[in-house]
């Protein structure tokens, strides 16, 4: 199974700070990289797909980069409505796996 | 709108057996893949099964393997997920999503339900 492994587990930010988060892969898978965005009691939304395609209707704030076993997301400018959890997903092989999340609280 | 709505979740004993439904809107249901993902308390999300839109393909994770089915009817535009000989280790809100793919196969979860907690408790 291809492990993701994502850091840091937690981060305390300000509203217009710019943040990246990191994800990397136990092996190279590509660019099958994605990334959700979670919120307590509500569904897990797509921001990113094929490690850097933004979603339709996602902020451009919101980016992905990267290739092979090492990827990141960056927030330019953090808004209240950003804070949540984070998971990067690989969809290179079967069984899918997720990062561990990375919780982005408000400092 | 596109919409997943989960039910049939609840509290069942170790052993037992339950059966989610997902109630897909909003979209061409029998063109896609379907997928569930769980999410245990305090925990990250983890990929459950796909099942492929005519239903002929069928993956699923170690840990549910030869307890767990998925299935669907795409005539009522609807997927399930089967559950039996239930642990406590499968204590989880459980969600459905559809599986989009884009080029060179690359593909992924969107949209998703909102979940039905499921809770395996004596």
């Known amino acids: 199974d291809i492990q993701m492994t994502q850091s840091p587990s937690s981060l305390s930010a300000s509203v217009g700070d710019r943040v990246t988060i990191t994800c990397r892969a136990s092996?190279?898978?590509?660019?099958?990289l994605n990334w959700y965005q979670h919120k307590p009691g509500k569904a897990p939304k797509l921001l990113i797909h094929?490690?850097?395609s933004l979603q339709s209707g996602v902020p451009s704030r919101f980016s992905g980069s990267g290739s092979g076993t090492d990827f990141t997301l960056t927030i330019s400018s953090l808004q209240p409505e950003d804070f949540a959890t984070y998971y990067c997903?690989?969809?290179?092989?079967?069984?899918?796996?997720f990062g561990q999340g990375t919780r982005l609280e408000i400092k | 709108e596109v919409q997943l709505v989960e039910s049939g979740g609840g509290l069942v004993q170790p052993g037992g057996s339950l059966r989610l439904s997902c109630a897909a809107s909003?979209?061409?249901?029998?063109?896609?893949?379907m997928s569930w993902v769980r999410q245990a308390p305090g925990r990250g999300l983890e990929w459950v099964a796909n099942?492929?839109?005519?239903?002929?393909?069928?993956y699923y994770v170690d840990s549910v393997k030869g307890r767990f089915t998925i299935s669907r009817d795409n005539a009522k535009n609807s997927l399930y997920l089967q559950m039996n000989s239930l642990r406590a280790e499968d204590t989880a809100v459980y969600y459905c999503?559809?599986?989009?793919?884009?080029?060179?196969?690359?593909?992924?979860?969107?949209?998703w339900g909102q979940g039905t907690l499921v809770t395996v408790s004596s």
């Open positions: 999503a559809s599986r989009s793919f884009g080029s060179s196969w690359n593909n992924w979860f969107d949209p």
């Open positions: 909003g979209f061409t249901f029998s063109s896609y893949w």
């Open positions: 099942i492929k839109e005519d239903g002929a393909e069928k």
């Open positions: 092996q190279s898978i590509s660019n099958y």
């Open positions: 094929a490690a850097s």
């Open positions: 997903q690989q969809s290179y092989i079967t069984p899918i796996t």
